[in-house]
Every structure is written in C-alpha cells, then in structure tokens.
C-alpha cells in the first residue's frame, strides 16, 4: 500500500508537466516507445531538465492509449493468458500510459503469470492512464463470453440485481448449448468457478448464482459439466463468511437438483462437506445445509447403482466423533438406510456396532433418542437374517459385553442387555460357547429390575446341560469373581450357577473344586442369610456327593486313629467340618453369631449323626482347650434344644446305633 501511494504521488507529478515524457531510442521498425519499465520512467522523469544525449520530448497526444492498445492486441491470437516475459516483448511496443499502467500492474500484481484482463483501472487515475474504452475491453475480455456489466450486476449487493443477472446467465447457457458453442460455455463456467473464489464476498456470492443458474439451463445436459458446476461451490463450505456458506448450500441444492444421479460421482466430497456443515456455527448454513442433506438422501436411495459400501465407509470413518450435530448427523443417514428394505445394511453393522452404542452416551437427548430408536431398528433387521457370519457375531457380542459391563449410562447397559437377549433367543444353545462372556455381562446387573439381566441369566441357566458345550475354564474364572459381588442378588446367582453345573457336569466340576471349595467356605461368613443357606446347601449337596475322587481322606494329615474313626464319611465332609472348626477358630463372631445356624443347618442337610461324629472326633484331637470348651458347649446347646436333632437325641438316649 505504501509503495502504491507513493507511485501515485510520483505519477501527479507527472501530470503536472503538462505530459511531456522522454522518448527513448528504439530500434528501427518499432514504434515510439516511453520507458522500457515503469521504474525506470519514475527514475528518469527526475533528470528532466538535462535531457541525455539521442533522447527528444513530445507531448502526449490523445490517441497514444487506443494505438498501444491496438498494438498489442495486434500481436496476440486471442485475449489469454500470457507470461510476463511474452507480455514484456509485446508491452514495450506499446506507446504512453499503456506502456506503463500495464507493466506495472503485471510486475507488481500479477506476478509471473496473468490475464491482460485483471488490470483494474483505478477511476481516480483513468484519464491519466488509459480511455475508457480501454479499460472496459479490457475487462470484457476477462469476462468473456459473459460481460462485464453482467457480471457487475451479477454480483451487486441487491437480490433483484442478482436474480435478474442469473436469468440472464440461464439464456445465454441455452444459447451457447442451442448453437453448439461447447469451447464458450466452457469458456463461461470457467468464468463463474474464478468468481466463487474472488477476494470479495459479493463476487463470490455472484459465482455462486451463476453456477445455479448455468445448471438450471443446462438441464439434463449436466452430465457432462458435474465437476465444473459442484467442484467450486465446495471450496466455498470453507467461506469464513457465514452467508457466502448459505450460498453455496442453496446454489449447490439447485445444482444436485439438476444434476440427480450425475452428482454422486462426487458423493464422497458431498457426504464430508454435509458432515462438517451439521455443525457449523452459524444456524442458517446448518439450515440450509439439512435441506442439501435430504435432497442428497432421496438421490441415493433412488439410484439402484449407488454402492452402499462407499457411505459405510464414510460412516465407519466418522462413527467415533465426539460433537453431538456431527452424531447426529451419522444416525440420520443410517436410519435413512434402514427405511429401504432392498439395501443390505446389517451386514455393516459390527463396523459401526461400538460407535452406536458410544452414542448413548451422548450429553443431547435427541442423539441419544435417535441412536436408541436406530440401534433398535437394526435390531429388528437382525432378527430377519438369523444367519449370519459367526466372526460378525462375535464381534458384535463383544461389543455388547463391554457395553452391557459401563458404568454410569443406564440406557447403554439395558440397551446391550436387550441385544445379548435377544441374540440368546435368536440362537439358543448356539450361543452357550459365550457363556463366560454372557455371565460377565449379566452377573453384575441381577439387582437392576429395569434390566433384562435376571431374565437372560434364567434362560441361560435353563440351556445348560450335561452335553453343552461351555468353555468351564473361562466359566468358572467369571463366577468365583463374582462370588463375592457387593450385590446380594449377584452372589446368589453364583451359587446357584455353580449348584447348576453340578447337577448337570458333576465330574467337569469337580476337577474345579480346589478352587471352588475354598470359596465357598470363605461365603459362611456372608452376612447375607440367603446366601449363607444357598452356600451350605451347595456345601452339603458336594459333600453328599459320591465323586469324590478328588480328595482323599489321607490328603488331610489327619492321625491313623482319626482317620479310622471317620471311615465311611465322605472326604469332602470331613475337609469341610474341618475346615469350617479352622474358620470358628479365627473368627470368634462367626462362631458366636452363626455357629448355631450353620451348625443346624447342616445337620438338616446332611444328618445331625454324620454332622456330629465329625466334629466330635475332630474336636477329641485338638489342643486348643478354650476352643473346644466353646465348641462343645454350643454343640450341646444345640443338641438339647434343637428339633432338627430330636432323633438324635432318641438315639442317644437308647444307644441304638455305635
């Protein structure tokens, strides 16, 4: 800018000299010539009154600019673009104030490549530089086949102006395509592209019109121009100014209008900007931009050649984004999809299983709406193909445990556990090779009545059976960490898990119970007494069990004498009475606030005889004196007032037995 407003002050002071300039030498055959460059015309006009050696001075006469400006059209094919050194060789036959204005202009402006057209002829300057008619040729040029009061009026701030301009536009694309001028019309979308990326607003605006407007009157031939009408309405949608992007939606919603199908030959470039226009910041673009989407929509879901997997893909690429309009937005599509029967979506539904579910996370009621009502219409398509890929369905019930096992979004969990149920009820027994997935998920839940968990865990339980096949590792691995949940209804559901699997796998179990049996004992302390029964049945009835062939009564390091007194008692009752002595004695609260209830209970469940003759003989050995003394006084506490242990007391009285 300061170098502009002194080369305006410079050429003042030319005019005040009455418009006398140096003629420099030229070679023979070439016109007069003022200046080789505007430089060195500034450097010389210094020296004016000591004229050097071989120059004269005449006065500017007042057709010097129409001669240079024949001149140099004279020496070109056509207005186009040139370089700066062929614009040189021709600039320096020009005369006077052409000569001067236009290399300046190219030198400092243009660069090294440009259009004779971009020189704007400022109108504080124009009897200096150039008439008139030069400038508006000059800028006729630019324009061509359109001109320049049509594109002036194109881009004026009034809306009449502009639609008027357009309709303008409409005829002569009709006429150029009518009289078969393809290089013209070409010529003219070229025209309208470089408008849509002008520094000024207006222009922009105006390139966008027009480009809507040359697609109108196109009509069904657009076909062949889709690139040159979509491709510059998209740089656009990056416009910092909001309005040139409400522009560009609705020029760009007349374009695919038009072009229908032609245009998802850009549809990767159409879903990306619709995408980054869901949340744009300003609400008429994102207005404007909805309308595009629908239109965009009815185009895909018409066209029977679109490729589903293209947008899956885009999908897939954009599932994960954290901004609920860009979500948003990602569910409409889908669910847009869904509405057509003949498209097969489910099976791109483990790519976009997990992003979904992330969904229901999200901090906006009407995403999280919609991802529930989309999640539940995929689930409804799933049901209608059973068979599907076991890969994708492993997939996607690991998607769901993980989600079904979050914590803090309710409508997450009971939306995976509504999937795990009905996949169960879709495959049944198929899906008993998840059951440790399944437990996992399911275990945690039991205490939530809003949940489908206690639902899934009956069925689950009422497909187990002697010939399942269930991965028992991985099964019990899930159960003994659940054993001792914080929630009363988890711990109930474990036993009761593994009370199941010893009525219908009793041997498979047993090779578990070194693990399993130390647990159990450690839940006799439960403060539960729900639990605490459940636990002594499922003791007793492994205790009662004749598999024992797991533990011997010699693994015990019990003396000769104990041993033989309790032949014919099964090991695991007597690992059991001594393991729970070994617990009374450390625990002296759960021998004083339990010990009488688990003392009768397991009378009832195994027999007050069998009960009793354990504990006696385990009691005879030991030394701990203070300990037995309590032990033998809740026993005969028990004995004596207890009904379970009436007919042991008959028993005793009589002496009817050893």
């Known amino acids: 800018m300061d170098e502009m407003k002194q080369l305006n002050r410079q050429l003042k002071n030319l005019k005040a000299m009455e418009g006398k300039l140096h003629q420099y030498p030229v070679q023979p055959g070439y016109s007069s010539i003022f200046a080789e460059s505007f430089l060195d015309f500034v450097r010389f006009r210094d020296e004016l009154p000591s004229v050097p050696e071989g120059y004269e001075l005449r006065t500017l006469r007042w057709n010097d600019g129409y001669l240079g400006y024949l001149e140099l059209l004279s020496q070109l094919d056509e207005t186009a673009e040139i370089t700066l050194d062929m614009y040189s060789r021709s600039v320096k036959r020009i005369v006077a104030s052409a000569t001067l204005f236009l290399e300046f202009k190219f030198t400092h402006e243009a660069g090294y490549f440009g259009r004779i057209g971009d020189v704007v002829v400022d109108k504080t300057v124009l009897d200096l530089f150039l008439p008139e008619i030069l400038c508006q040729n000059m800028v006729d040029a630019q324009y061509a086949p359109l001109t320049a009061t049509l594109v002036r009026t194109l881009t004026d701030k009034l809306y009449e102006k502009r639609k008027a301009a357009a309709l303008d536009i409409e005829k002569q694309v009709r006429d ?33 019109i027009g480009l809507a407007a040359a697609a109108i009157a196109l009509g069904k031939n657009t076909a062949d121009y889709t690139s040159q009408l979509i491709e510059p309405v998209l740089t656009c949608f990056s416009d910092p100014d909001p309005r040139v992007r409400y522009y560009a939606c609705e020029s760009l919603y007349n374009i695919v209008k038009i072009c229908r199908s032609s245009a998802l030959s850009h549809f990767d470039e159409l879903f990306d900007t619709l995408w980054r226009l869901s949340a744009d910041t300003d609400l008429n673009v994102r207005s404007g931009a909805e309308l595009l989407d629908r239109l965009l929509k009815d185009i895909v879901l018409a066209t029977n050649s679109f490729e589903i997997s293209t947008l899956m893909s885009l999908v897939r690429d954009r599932i994960y984004s954290q901004n609920s309009s860009n979500r948003r937005f990602v569910v409409s599509w889908l669910s847009a999809l869904l509405t057509a029967p003949e498209l097969s979506i489910s099976t791109y539904l483990p790519e976009v299983l997990d992003g979904l579910f992330q969904m229901l996370n999200d901090s906006q009621p009407g995403v999280r709406d919609a991802t529930e009502t989309i999640l539940g219409q995929f689930l409804e398509r799933m049901q209608e193909q059973k068979d599907g890929d076991k890969a994708e369905l492993n997939d996607m019930i690991n998607v769901l445990i993980v989600h079904a096992c979050t914590e803090g979004s309710t409508l997450t969990r009971m939306t995976a556990l509504i999937w795990l149920n009905r996949f169960l009820k879709m495959h049944s027994v198929g899906l008993l090779q998840y059951l440790s997935s399944y437990l996992t998920a399911v275990l945690p839940c039991l205490n939530d009545s809003q949940l489908k968990a206690k639902e899934i865990n009956r069925h689950l339980m009422e497909l187990l059976s002697e010939n399942a096949d269930i991965e028992y590792d991985a099964v019990i691995k899930v159960l003994l960490k659940h054993i001792k949940h914080e929630f009363r209804d988890t711990r109930i559901a474990v036993l009761n898990w593994i009370s199941r699997m010893h009525i219908t796998a009793p041997l498979k179990l047993f090779s578990y119970m070194d693990h399993i049996f ?141």
Not at 178 to 199: C, D, G, P, Y
Not at 598 to 605: K, T, Y
């Open 176 to 208: 150029l395509l009518q009289a078969n001028h393809l290089s013209q019309l070409e010529k003219l979308l070229a025209v309208l592209k470089s408008l849509t990326i002008a520094q000024n607003a207006h222009v922009r605006k105006g390139g966008l």
């Open 518 to 658: 130390p647990v159990l004992l450690s839940l006799l302390s439960d403060t539960c007494d729900d639990v605490l029964l459940l636990d002594l049945q499922l003791l007793s009835d492994i205790c009662e069990d004749k598999n024992t062939s797991g533990v011997e009564l010699q693994e015990l390091n019990l003396d000769e004498d104990i041993l033989k007194q309790l032949s014919g008692i099964s090991p695991y009752l007597v690992k059991f009475t001594s393991s729970l002595l070994a617990m009374f004695r450390s625990d002296k609260a759960l021998l004083n606030d339990r010990g009488v209830l688990i003392v009768r209970q397991l009378c009832i469940l195994l027999g007050s005889g069998s009960i009793y003759r354990c504990l006696s003989v385990l009691l005879l050995k030991d030394n701990d004196a203070e300990f037995v003394s309590q032990m033998v006084a809740l026993l005969n506490g028990i004995l004596l007032t207890s009904t379970e242990l009436f007919e042991l007391r008959r028993q005793l009285r009589t002496l009817e037995s050893e």
